[in-house]
């Protein structure tokens, strides 16, 4: 399967842990985005890296997350000391491109990794 | 800050029967993209539209970006249970972009 892969699928964690999940995303692609889906809502913008660098990465972001793209290629997005509103679903996407800005070509979505904290 | 609203947020329409999704921006895009969403499934490209005015199909489904580049729609003819979802705009304002609510669309066979 050559398309975008999110691990944990699922995660079920305590109030006040820390999680990580992982996104690999097409292997060609320069880009990759992280979006928060919550249950009857749009996917919500967090960050998004070309290669290497984390070019934006949302207001609505609290210290609590951070997201790394160390060669490239695989992506994680660790979030600390979780709480109940932390629970959704978490999207990674891929897309290529080199110039402009954020989603302006195609994007691909991996099938999200579903976090419940309780 | 940038606002994509979808009206209207449900849609039920008979097998067979026309369905649109309209998409508003508060602010100008530089493009906007469609997206489908499977039920338990990961949204889906379908279309981007750049230019004012744009109109572009893809079989049964036709995207219109406004001429002023703040809102969109997207039309299916004769819908069929295959297009059961939801469907979601994502607008591209000046780096920033925002997906809008979405449009949950049932077809009754």
């Known amino acids: 399967d050559t398309g975008v892969s999110q691990n944990p699928r699922h995660k079920i964690t305590k109030r006040g842990q820390n999680v990580t999940f992982r996104c690999d995303p097409i292997s060609e692609h320069n880009r990759l985005y992280w979006y928060r889906q919550t249950l009857g809502q749009g996917p919500e913008f967090l960050t998004y890296f070309q290669n290497e660098a984390q070019l934006e990465k949302s207001r609505l972001l609290s210290d609590r997350f951070s997201a790394e793209r160390p060669k490239g290629s695989f992506s994680t997005l660790e979030i600390q000391r979780t709480e109940q509103g932390d629970s959704a679903m978490y999207l990674c996407?891929?897309?290529?491109?080199?110039?402009?800005?954020?989603?302006?070509?195609?994007?691909?979505f991996g099938q999200g990794t579903r976090l419940t904290v309780v | 800050g940038q606002q994509v609203m979808q009206i209207p947020q449900y849609q039920h329409v008979q097998e067979g029967e026309d369905f649109t999704t309209y998409c508003n921006s508060s602010?100008?895009?530089?493009?906007i993209q469609w997206y489908k969403q499977r039920p338990g499934g990961h949204p889906v490209f379908l279309i981007q539209l750049v230019k004012s005015g744009e109109v572009k199909k893809q079989k049964r489904l036709t995207f219109q970006f406004g001429e002023a580049k703040k809102n969109s729609s997207l039309h299916i003819t004769a819908t069929q249970t295959t297009d059961v979802g939801t469907y979601f705009c994502?607008?591209?304002?000046?780096?920033?972009?925002?997906f809008g609510t979405g449009t949950k669309l049932q077809v009754i066979p």
């Open positions: 602010t100008t895009l530089s493009n």
């Open positions: 994502a607008g591209r304002g000046y780096q920033k972009v925002t």
């Open positions: 996407a891929s897309s290529p491109g080199r110039t402009g800005g954020p989603m302006n070509t195609e994007a691909f």
